[in-house]
């Protein structure tokens, strides 16, 4: 039968068989370095394997598919024009440079978010410049070039004597054996495709079927995933439902019930006679899991644990989304990101709020980062938002030492922040700052010594101690060791230039990092999805506030109003954070932005559980935080699922209507 089978046919069907092999080796691969596996029952890897099997077979018919189809109309032809042998070779070349590109950029995705390439991930795009310098930073990208280059040498050449190979022998069939020969290898090509026998095909997410998210993960085809997460979009203003749950926020807010009115004055009646700094200090991919005050097993932070020993601390505080720039507009706005697919600040429509930040009468107002404001459009969230800002980034640093992509390095960057800071302080101007850290963050350029510090070499720790801590590379690890290192140096600045006592010093985590999973700690918000948006918050101002662990949930739009209340500013809250401090403020919950099973959703902590709703599809699961069988309670928990749902729509809704409904009321025109 195999020698009777016209050789066009076997031209297809090699192709596709070595396109699913390219496709298998990137997910063993993808399996050896990033699926962390070991304690899975085997029912369960060998579900994900075979679904891996599936979603790279159909791939691989995919890829091939257009070409197939010009085989099948040229049939034994095909193969005896070099027209078409240079078409089918130069195809197939681009078809395995374009997967492979997928696959490695997945790979860098996935080490960064703990989730395969989706759509979502088009947002660096908007920053190519950064995002491009990062990948030269990061990863050997020429060698990697030079690879493509050898790869697509070694494609051309294997595809060219595949070629060569079945137009040695050509048979001529008759028109109605090869109208036989169409049907069938559609027929065949499309049941790869569909994948299934059920009524419905094989789609993405069937690969979600495990309690357990690394298992998930790893059955995911990333290129499919890429293209079928266009679907989930963001969704504009449902003023229905904004209605409808409104009564909810309010009560949960202690805000009006009868009129829509989120305008809550705050008043002190003896303010400080000398009003106090406020300095945000941004901590570039800090989490509580890799804080070794948190119970990580290397003393990864013996500073920052210090510190937060002498100061105010949230326990449990978290981001409403595991990203720099949704965590810097949720800070500055007051609102949570919960854009699905970019981020709230590239949305011009959304970016203008009436915000605390910009309250501070009588307070030079300015923002520090080593790098450009132009990244991400958050020059735009800050200088729409507050008046007569000043912006300090790479050009307007009295010494740049210019590290990575990301400009100077959190060193020079606090170094030049404090010059800054101590001139109005010599001047006896307060001043409310915002400083954005990177060193942290891939490619983890930490130098080979900066006073007192020097990095971990790799002869003085072993793997395993690395692996214990959740650390992916000792790169990492001192990226966090380096931070760490360089707040408690600025703290010192800050002594020495004589501005300390009289400040309020804010720090808090913008999202945690991808961690492997810590030996000796319950890693239940792992499974629920919600380790990357546990960070830590923590103030520290010993003239103004006592030493102590607040353990009510605490959320990221709660800084300015709980900063500003220390300080005792007068200002007006239009937004949905409250001051942590309040006494009326019990009933807290933190609010956040995940993906559930390949889908945006939402979720709630409260409580002591977690209750997760899909934008689009509405699947919700409730759980306890406690437990870390990770199963779905809500059946068994009814009224809590019910409360609990109820809030997380009021959540959700009411963030929708405020981006487009707490703008700046606009000056009226008075005539004289």
């Known amino acids: 039968m195999l020698k009777k089978t016209p050789n066009y046919i076997k031209y297809i069907f090699t192709n596709i068989f070595f396109l699913f092999v390219f496709n298998s080796i990137f997910r063993g691969i993808f399996y050896y370095n990033f699926s962390p596996l070991e304690n899975i029952p085997a029912p369960e890897i060998q579900k994900a394997i075979l679904l891996g099997i599936r979603f790279d077979l159909k791939l691989a018919i995919i890829a091939f598919f257009p070409l197939a189809i010009v085989v099948l109309i040229r049939n034994y032809r095909f193969l005896k024009s070099k027209t078409h042998k240079k078409i089918g070779t ?64 070694i494609i051309y050449k294997f595809n060219s004597s595949l070629f060569n190979l079945f137009s040695k022998t050509q048979q001529e069939i008759t028109k109605k054996i090869k109208a036989i020969y169409f049907i069938f290898t559609i027929l065949v090509l499309s049941f790869g495709i569909y994948n299934s026998v059920t009524h419905y095909p094989l789609r993405w997410s069937e690969a979600f079927f495990s309690k357990n998210n690394s298992v998930n993960q790893f059955a995911l085809n990333p290129v499919l995933y890429f293209f079928d997460s266009f679907a989930f979009r963001s969704e504009g203003v449902d003023i229905k439902k904004f209605k409808t749950y409104y009564p909810v926020i309010a009560k949960h807010l202690n805000l009006p019930q009868d009129s829509v009115n ?42 920052m644990d210090s510190i937060i020993g002498e100061s105010l601390s949230f326990s449990k505080f978290y981001v409403h989304k595991p990203g720099t720039a949704g965590s810097v507009f949720a800070s500055i706005t007051g609102l949570p990101d919960i854009e699905d697919v970019k981020t709230a600040s590239r949305n011009p429509m959304i970016i203008d709020q009436r915000i605390i930040f910009d309250q501070f009468k009588g307070y030079e107002k300015s923002y520090f980062l080593g790098g450009s404001a132009n990244w991400a459009n958050i020059r735009g969230v800050f200088q729409s938002n507050i008046k007569e800002l000043k912006i300090y980034e790479e050009g307007s640093f009295e010494e740049e030492n210019r590290a990575d992509v990301w400009g100077i390095d959190d060193y020079d960057l606090f170094k030049e922040a404090d010059k800054k800071l101590k001139k109005l302080h010599e001047k006896e101007k307060p001043f409310v700052t915002y400083i954005q850290t990177a060193t942290n963050h891939m490619p983890y350029t930490v130098p080979d010594k900066k006073e007192s510090f ?53 720090f808090f ?72 401090l309040d006494s009326t403020s019990i009933n807290t919950a933190a609010f956040i932005y995940t993906q559930n099973k390949g889908e945006g959703a939402v979720g709630l902590i409260k409580d002591e559980y977690y209750y997760e709703k899909t934008n689009r599809s509405k699947k919700a699961a409730l759980y306890s935080i406690n437990n870390n069988s990770y199963r779905d309670i809500k059946s068994n928990k009814l009224d809590v699922t019910e409360k609990m749902d109820s809030l997380l729509s009021a959540y959700y809704y009411t963030t929708k209507y405020l981006y487009f409904n707490n703008k700046k009321q606009p000056k009226p025109n008075i005539k004289y």
């Open 454 to 506: 020097t990095p971990i070499l790799e002869n003085e720790i072993d793997k395993k101690t690395i692996l214990n801590g959740g650390f992916r590379s000792l790169s990492q690890l001192n990226g966090l060791r380096y931070l760490d290192f360089n707040v408690a140096r600025f703290l010192d600045r800050t002594k020495e230039s004589g501005y300390y006592d009289n400040s309020i010093f804010v």
């Open 90 to 153: 130069i195809y197939l070349v681009l078809t395995y440079l374009v997967l492979t590109l997928f696959y490695l950029f997945d790979s860098g995705y996935y080490e960064y978010l703990a989730i395969r390439l989706d759509a979502s991930s088009l947002r660096f795009l908007g920053d190519l410049k950064i995002s491009t310098q990062v990948l030269i930073e990061s990863y050997p990208i020429y060698k990697g070039l030079l690879g493509l280059f050898i790869l697509s040498f």
């Open 509 to 580: 985590g913008d999202h945690s990092i991808n961690l492997k999973g810590i030996k000796g700690l319950n890693n239940n918000e792992v499974n629920l999805g919600i380790q990357l948006n546990h960070t830590p918050c923590f103030i520290h101002a010993p003239k103004y506030t006592k030493t102590q662990i607040v353990d009510k949930y605490a959320k990221l739009i709660d800084i300015f109003p709980t900063a500003a209340s220390i300080a005792k500013i007068d200002y007006v809250n239009y937004t949905l954070g409250r001051d942590l």
């Open 262 to 303: 989120f305008e809550k004055k705050v008043t002190f009646e003896n303010p400080y006679k000398v009003k106090p700094n406020i300095i945000f200090v941004m901590l570039e991919s800090v989490g509580t899991a890799p804080m070794s005050f948190y119970g990580n097993p290397i003393n990864s932070t013996p500073k």
